[in-house]
């Protein structure tokens, strides 16, 4: 019986899924959110990767990820990808093998995304308290997929 109260979808629709470059949100939390995201990469780009917070049509975060931070040798004629811990701020790189993603945790050091991965913006955001159709992210580059995971915060 809360339910309706608290704001809670029962289903979510196009709600925190990627599509055509974007990812519609929905916070009707008391406050701000942290969030995680995975962003799968097109094949071997090393183009840089864009990704903006709006809210009511506005940009209110923008970030510029340079894609060659992480280029290695190893890591040549792999799908790479990037996890986003929005709470600490830290980038982290994956591998995407056969659509699934490769991620060690438990060795995030070897992993972990130095600032110079950083062309532009600032990676400690939180998604707004926002209505359906108020926030979304849109990204830029060679992205081929994004999974975001956040909880709704009530007071």
Same mark, same amino acid.
């Given at each position: 019986e809360w339910a309706p109260t608290?704001?809670?979808?029962e289903e979510k629709g196009e709600i925190d899924t990627y599509s055509n470059d974007t990812i519609k949100l929905y916070n009707p939390g008391d406050v701000k959110t942290n969030?995680?995201? /995975?962003?799968? %990469? *097109?094949?071997t780009s090393t183009a840089d990767v864009e990704i903006d917070l709006h809210k009511n049509g506005s940009p209110i975060s923008q970030l510029t990820l340079d894609m060659n931070a992480i280029?290695?040798?190893?890591?040549?004629?792999?799908?790479?990808g990037i996890y986003w811990e929005?709470?600490?701020?830290?980038?982290?790189? /994956?591998?995407? %093998? *056969?659509?699934k993603?490769?991620?060690?945790?438990?060795?995030?050091?070897?992993?972990?995304?130095g600032n110079d991965a950083i062309k532009n913006g600032e990676t400690l955001i939180k998604i707004p308290?926002?209505?359906?159709?108020?926030c979304h992210f849109e990204f830029g580059g060679p992205v081929s997929n994004v999974e975001i995971n956040y909880n709704y915060l009530y007071f």
């Open positions: 608290s704001g809670l979808l969030f995680d995201m /995975y962003i799968d %990469i *097109d094949s280029s290695k040798p190893q890591l040549e004629n792999l799908q790479l929005s709470k600490t701020g830290l980038l982290y790189w /994956y591998k995407v %093998i *056969d659509g993603r490769v991620f060690d945790f438990g060795d995030r050091l070897n992993y972990r995304l308290t926002c209505d359906i159709g108020e």
